[in-house]
């Protein structure tokens, strides 16, 4: 029986493959040299850019502010800028520390290919970090080893500020508009061109930060994930190969760099600029006829809050999918994008910590613009109470899950909680009788008052279906009288409608939900906080409590 679900499985990858074009008629001694080139790379997280090298090593796989190029120049630069790298920190005997801060450009990916080419352990730092963060991060990360940071000109002052007590970390700058003194890649591209780097025996390892929203980012080590992986994506969204992909979510962050690893992998040629503009992003899909778009939901956000007029200009008809991750994504932007763009929008519920988990399709969209999807092939779910006990249908629980591509552990030497084999996914959620998942939010989100129980989502959507609501977050404030007390910061519509006022908003939720659920207090802002990936930062409305 194992040997026949063995072959099921392998044919049934097969099958997805040849259907995405990840297996198409190419001679004999091409599969031979992608496969070589593969292995060479220890079957890394970027192995993918040495396979399209050998696929299509002249088609163009990378778009962006500074022009194209091909899968081979891409690959012939990473060779350099990774012999270059290993003469700069030095052979010590010991895998370096690659720290990159950079936005989405060349400079990102021929460093992030370089490091793993030396065996690097590759650290993906937040380009909104401050000094201290940075600094944090590094020390933690680090440990004493050699290393260099490949940073942006822009995060200078960050960078100085954090390696203050760590003079042996080389600095080299990824993106400048100056003329620097110091090494860049660009430099070292072009000092080392046509050379190899020493290749290293070890698997490197890419170390992803958590949100850190609530505190400071965990380091989670992960090493790739096996052919399954492949086969759950290409099964619930149509990628194809060697189409053109925008990925406009920041590539620092675990969802834009498994979209771009996603992308080399398929050879589908790699559209990007280094800030995101929506309506800059709506021209790439129709100047390069994208068929795929990767994105933060925020982003989606932004697109729709275009004028209509600019909107309109563009019709986005190329694109199969447009795919999200790292934030709740709002009901009414997503029927709203659909309704201009068509059903396309694909929402992934991710986990730094156990990478994709569910996605939702148009249609699962279509029927509740708020789910997280169906568990990916490859995923249980469960949902468990307190005391661990599984939960029945549509009752609100922690969400626990299993599957392969759960992470390495925290580079502290920590884990998250396991019961069973399935991870503490640490948010808070129900499956409907359709098997979809809805994410209700953050354990650690719960706001106690008066003793009763309140999730912020239930609240913050209520808030978001007045008609004069465009965002809206709640938090839990400490109270003397109630434990926690609710604050709520609603962002208004730009729109020239009915004014609104705080009472208005309380009787709002008043009318709608339990009389313990109204918000204390309601600040109105122009916009809310948020970290490049969109997700809100609740620390900061804090401060403006406390404050």
């Known amino acids: 029986m ?72 891409i690959d012939q630069r990473a060779d350099a800028l990774a012999a270059g790298l290993q003469q700069v920190t030095g052979d010590t005997g010991t895998p370096p520390v690659i720290g990159i801060m950079a936005r989405n450009h060349r400079g990102f990916i021929e460093s992030l290919i370089a490091a793993n080419r030396i065996g690097a352990d590759v650290l ?39 390696l203050a007590d760590a003079p042996n970390a080389v600095r080299i ?12 890649v660009a430099r070292l591209i072009s000092e ?27 380091g989670a080590k992960h090493s790739g994930g096996g052919p399954q992986i492949l086969k759950s994506i290409l099964d619930r969204t149509p990628w194809h190969a060697e189409e053109p992909v925008v990925v406009a979510a920041p590539m620092f962050h675990a969802w834009g760099f498994s979209q771009l690893a996603f992308a080399a992998s398929m050879a589908c040629t790699i559209i990007t600029r280094r800030k995101f503009d929506p309506e800059a992003t709506l021209a790439l899909i ?134 069973d084999g399935f991870m503490n996914s640490g948010d808070v959620g129900y499956l409907d009788a359709a098997g ?20 912020p989502i239930e609240v913050e959507k209520t808030l978001v279906n007045h008609a004069e609501v465009a965002e809206a977050a709640v938090i839990g404030v400490d109270d003397e009288q109630y434990g926690q007390r609710l604050a709520a910061f609603v962002v208004l519509r730009n729109d020239g409608g009915k004014p609104v006022t705080v009472d208005d908003l309380k009787q709002y939720v008043r009318d709608n939900l339990a009389n313990y659920k109204v918000p204390r207090e309601i600040t109105l802002l122009d916009e809310l906080p948020r970290n490049s990936t969109g997700k809100i930062l609740r620390r900061d409305l804090q401060d403006r409590i406390q404050g």
Not at 134 to 156: I, K, M, N, Q
Not at 442 to 454: F, H, L, Y
């Open 124 to 162: 993906l730092l937040n380009t909104s970090f401050a000094g201290p963060a940075l600094a944090e991060v590094w020390e933690r990360e680090s440990a004493g080893r050699p290393g260099a940071v490949v940073y942006d000109e822009e995060f200078t002052d960050t960078v100085d500020r954090a």
């Open 286 to 419: 129709d100047t390069h006829r994208a068929t795929g778009l990767c994105v933060v939901p925020v982003m989606f956000d932004r697109i729709v809050e275009l004028p209509d007029e600019v909107r309109n200009r563009y019709s986005g008809r190329t694109l199969r999918f447009a795919a999200a991750s790292g934030s709740r994504m709002r009901p009414d932007v997503v029927i709203e994008f659909m309704d201009q763009f068509g059903d396309v929008i694909y929402n992934n519920y991710n986990a730094t910590e156990a990478g994709m988990i569910a996605t939702a399709t148009p249609a699962d969209l279509r029927a509740a613009p708020d789910t997280a999807g169906k568990p990916a092939e490859g995923t249980e779910i469960r949902i468990l109470d307190a005391d661990l006990r599984e939960l029945p249908t549509g009752e609100t629980g922690t969400i626990y899950v299993r599957n392969s591509t759960q992470f390495d552990g925290y580079t502290s030497g920590k884990t998250k909680d396991f019961h």
């Open 192 to 218: 080392y061109a046509g050379q190899q780097p020493i290749r290293a025996k070890e698997k490197s390892k890419v170390i992803l930060l958590t949100s850190g929203t609530t505190g400071t980012p965990k």
């Open 436 to 455: 979809r998942l809805f994410v209700v939010g953050r354990d650690d989100e719960m706001i106690v008052s008066g003793g009763e129980n309140v999730y």
């Open 173 to 184: 700058v990824a993106w400048t508009d100056t003329a620097p003194t110091g090494p860049t």
């Open 2 to 73: 194992a040997v026949m679900d063995r072959l099921t499985d392998t044919v049934g990858l097969i099958t997805t493959m040849a259907r995405a074009g990840v297996i198409a008629p190419l001679r004999p001694d091409k599969y031979l040299r992608i496969g070589a080139a593969m292995a060479r790379e220890n079957m890394g997280i970027t192995s993918g850019f040495a396979s399209a090298a050998q696929r299509c090593g002249d088609r163009v796989g990378l778009i962006d502010e500074l022009g194209a190029l091909t899968w081979r120049e």
